[in-house]
Each structure stands twice: as C-alpha cells, then as structure tokens.
C-alpha cells in the first residue's frame, strides 16, 4: 500500500504544526522531512487513521515505531546537514530512516531483527526511498567498514554506552542516544570535540524499547 490521500496530507501538516508551535521543534529540515514523509505507510492499517497524532504503535518483533515528537526532538538535536553520513541503529520499521533520508542525509542503517531489517527494506524501496547500505545486524558494532560518520542517532535504548559508536564518530560529529534501564533512559548527544574528548548534554526522560545484543532471526 503506498497510496497518500489529501486526507492523510492534511492530517500531516496539523502534526507538523504541532511540532511546531507545541513541541518547539524549529529546525525547518527536520519539519519539512516530517511534512513529506507519509507516517501511515509504515504502521498496520488498524492504527492509520491515528498515524498523525503524537502516539507510538507496535510493529513487528515486538518493537514500537517512536512518537513522532520523539522522532522530530532525535532528528533535530542531531542538527543533520545535506551530504552528511548519518548511522542509525535501529532501523524498525524504516519511518526514522525515511525522516533521514528526506532530510538528505546519506542515511547508514542497522536492525537486530530479521523481520524489521525485511519489512523496512521492502518498505523504503517501495517509497523510492535509498538508504546507503541497509544491515542486519548488531548495531552495538556499529559499522566500521564505512565510519567515520558525520552523525549516529541510536532510537533504542542503552543500558550501557556502546563506546565502538564513539569510534566510528569523525571529529566534530555528534552521537543521540537515549541511555538507562529498560524502564526509563534520559536522551543525551555526545560530541566529539577532539579524538580523546567528548562533550555530553542531556535532554530529559524517554521510554524506548531496550538496545539488545546479537540479532534475532
Ligand atoms: N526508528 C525506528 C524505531 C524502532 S524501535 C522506527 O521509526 O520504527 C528500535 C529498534 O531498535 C527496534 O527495531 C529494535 O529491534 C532495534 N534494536 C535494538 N537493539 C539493536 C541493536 N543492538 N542493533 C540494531 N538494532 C537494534
């Protein structure tokens, strides 16, 4: 299904607005991205008439597709310019990847499990949507074949620092990362002011699903 009704655009723009002028995301980027992006193609279409509202949904392998405020406050913080590379761990069910990808950034992506790294493939070549490369595997390794990146946003949640992310970040790039227990992480972007210091700022309390090791077929 790729079909993006008058209805759904509508709906959009109000969710933008929201973003806007409630949430106080300003990075004209980040709420163009979320503008074109058709947010319902990615969920069950039980939940598409509430697509445009500020809710997280389950998707496949037990995994939840973020709010959308929380993809917007990720993307904005990650202060993503055109051309860069940008690695994203956790893939799910594609929406952030497509935020990226609109947001021109040569978009690197990793997903742990086997059902979402094929649902989000299919899905984002539907949508004539190219990530850079697309893997399945454990992102806690990041991707060195192809670091440094400009930016890495991680969209699950870490109990501990995955200081190979750290690695694979160039000078002068910045890492989003919500960090805690299962329960409750507090969202902070590192960045990497010279190869041995690292600047860390924190931006309040989130719930994500746990960044896991290994992969899941
Ligand atoms: N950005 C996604 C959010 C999905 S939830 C979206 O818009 O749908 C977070 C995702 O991180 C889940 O799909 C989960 O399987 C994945 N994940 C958890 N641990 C991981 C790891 N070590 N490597 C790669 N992906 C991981």
């Known amino acids: 299904m790729t079909h993006d009704s008058f209805v ?3 709906k959009r723009k109000n969710l933008v607005e929201y973003l806007r002028y409630r949430i106080g995301v300003s990075d004209e980027n980040v709420l163009s ?21 500020d809710r997280a949904f389950p998707i496949l392998a037990h995994q939840t597709i973020s709010h ?7 993307s904005e913080l990650l202060q993503l310019k055109a051309g860069e590379k940008v690695l994203e ?23 742990r499990q086997k059902d979402l790294f094929d649902f989000s493939k299919k899905k984002l ?15 806690f390794a990041g991707l060195p074949t192809f670091a440094p990146f400009d930016k890495i946003i991680v969209t699950c949640g ?21 960090l805690g227990p299962t329960d409750e992480q507090v969202l902070y972007r ?23 090791g290994k992969t899941n077929q």
């Open 8 to 10: 759904h655009k509508g």
């Open 33 to 53: 991205a979320m503008n074109e992006v058709p947010r319902h193609l990615f969920i069950e279409s039980i939940f598409e008439d509430f697509a445009y509202e």
């Open 68 to 74: 959308p405020s929380t993809v917007a406050e990720q």
């Open 89 to 111: 761990i956790g893939t799910g069910c594609g929406y952030q990847t497509a935020v990226l990808i609109a947001m021109k950034g040569l978009v690197y992506t990793v997903e």
């Open 125 to 139: 070549r539907e949508m004539h949507l190219y990530p850079k490369f697309q893997s399945f595997g454990d992102g």
């Open 158 to 178: 870490a109990s501990v620092l995955p200081t190979e992310l750290l690695k694979q970040l160039k000078v002068g790039g910045k890492m989003v990362i919500p």
């Open 190 to 212: 590192f960045t990497k002011i010279s190869p041995t210091e690292i600047e860390k700022e924190e931006f309040g309390a989130y719930k994500f699903v746990p960044m896991l």
